[in-house]
């Protein structure tokens, strides 16, 4: 039988997220569990992300697991001109799950086809990152204690942001209500403005930070990158805007946080860590409960 | 007085006729059905008047029936062709395409960071529009649509 395998968050039903979030929070309550002993887990990085990488083999270190793989494809013989094709038979071999970050677009859908192991895909290019969005569900339900009828701001570069566009579609399950606070050269692209319209959800759309965000549970901030800009001076004009400081939080609900997929650089203000507001470094410990709970769910251990 | 009445594209006595193909798209449905290897007769007729198309295409291929499946491959460019099914000079069925569900191995992915356009992956494709035809990719999850589609 083909195994089951996280290529993309629209993979799961509404009762599969939940039981994944459900056993996040066993492994919060008891992260290290022998579960995975004498298991072999590749990663296979065909592109550097330090964070992915190192909060997977965390999950799988806590669970008893072995890591096989690289970081970085120079080192593998991808450098060698070997097809993806050759890479995941041969190494389907070696492992009882692959989890593989790649530049292309469709590449873990493509392995997870080649595969007979389960494939989690930890990136594909501007595609999708499904176990980002489920360590940002886990985040949001864990602060809020619902995924129900929340609202949430999602800020900075909504057009090429992979992250909110995910999250954005996930939280569409559960009522919510949307504000996009972007650049117009960065605003939330219209397939997904009609794909909420469709589902009959509310969006409001600002190009700045206003009172507005004192109605938000959530804040989800993103980088604004410059090389996002075709005309720099537009960069330039625009990098303050969408820097969050903690002045700006003060009017906030007190049930409020702050989430950003990390690595920040300047978008949120140094000022805002020490705000109890703050949530990204937990969000990022959150990372590795919720891969224990996608490693074992998919390989049919809880 | 009227004018005499004149077949652009002369008649067969066995075979298909595919009519209302748009005439940009005439050698994109030849393409697809492979006509170019069929030793059979082949007529075609191109840029003929047409309310509908404005300029239409029509061929006739003797001796060759299609299967449903394999006609609806030209969906895509073609949706609005009729088939005529010719036996003896008589038109014995008529038949109309329709765009299917998914499309495998026909369209390329518009996407340039596709691995579909970086391996020998067959392209798949679930329509998300059949009107204007939009096809969502089963790999990258970018949607192709009717003016950036390609034929393989």
């Known amino acids: 039988m083909k195994s089951r395998s996280l290529v993309s968050i629209d993979d799961l039903n509404t009762d599969e997220i939940l039981k994944i979030l459900d056993l996040a929070e066993e492994f919060e309550r008891d992260p290290v569990q022998k579960l995975l002993e004498g298991k072999v887990i590749a990663t296979l990085f065909f592109e550097p992300s330090t964070r992915t990488r190192l909060s997977f083999e965390s999950a799988v270190n806590r669970l008893g697991g072995k890591i096989v793989g690289f970081a970085d494809s120079s080192y593998s013989s991808v450098s060698k001109g070997e097809t993806l094709n050759d890479t995941i038979l041969t190494v389907n071999n070696y492992c009882d799950l692959i989890v593989i970050r790649h530049p292309i677009e469709g590449s873990a859908r493509y392995a997870s086809e080649i595969a007979t192991v389960p494939v989690i895909n930890a990136g594909d290019g501007a595609n999708q990152h499904p176990t980002q969005t489920l360590l940002d569900l886990f985040s949001i339900r864990k602060t809020q204690g619902t995924l129900d009828h929340l609202n949430i701001f999602m800020v900075g570069d909504l057009k090429y942001g992979r992250t909110v566009h995910s999250l954005m579609m996930a939280m569409s399950r559960w009522n919510t209500t949307f504000n996009f606070i972007a650049p117009e050269e960065l605003k939330m692209p219209d397939e997904f403005k009609l794909y909420l319209e469709n589902m009959g959800l509310k969006y409001y759309e600002h190009s700045d930070f206003t ?28 990098k303050n805007v969408y820097v969050l400081r903690n002045s700006m939080l003060k009017e906030t609900k007190p049930n409020m946080r702050i989430l950003h997929p990390l690595p920040r650089v300047n978008e949120i203000h140094k000022d805002v860590d020490s705000n109890p507001k703050a949530y990204y470094f937990e969000q990022a410990l959150n990372g590795v409960y919720t891969r224990q709970a996608i490693l074992c769910s998919l390989l049919g251990i809880k | 007085m009227k004018e005499p009445k004149q077949l652009s594209v002369s008649a067969i006595q066995n075979g298909t006729v595919i009519d209302h193909i748009p005439a940009r798209n005439l050698f994109k449905v030849i393409q697809i059905l492979g006509l170019d290897r069929i030793d059979h007769l082949i007529t075609f007729g191109t840029n003929l008047e047409s309310k509908k198309l404005g300029k239409k295409a029509i061929i006739k291929i003797s001796e060759i029936f299609f299967e449903d499946e394999d006609i609806n491959r030209i969906a895509l460019v073609a949706p609005d062709a009729k088939l005529n099914i010719i036996r003896d000079y008589e038109v014995v069925e008529k038949k109309v395409v329709e765009v299917p569900d998914n499309i495998i191995g026909i369209a390329k992915c518009v996407n340039p960071k596709c691995i579909t356009n970086f391996e020998p992956v067959t392209t798949r494709f679930r329509v998300v529009s059949k009107k204007n035809v939009a096809l969502k990719c089963h790999y990258c999850e970018k949607i192709t649509n009717q003016e950036n589609l390609h034929i393989i």
């Open chain 1, 211 to 238: 009172d507005i965000v004192s109605k938000a549970d959530i804040i989800y901030m993103t980088r604004v990158q410059k090389e996002r800009f075709s005309d720099p001076m537009e960069y330039e004009k625009v």
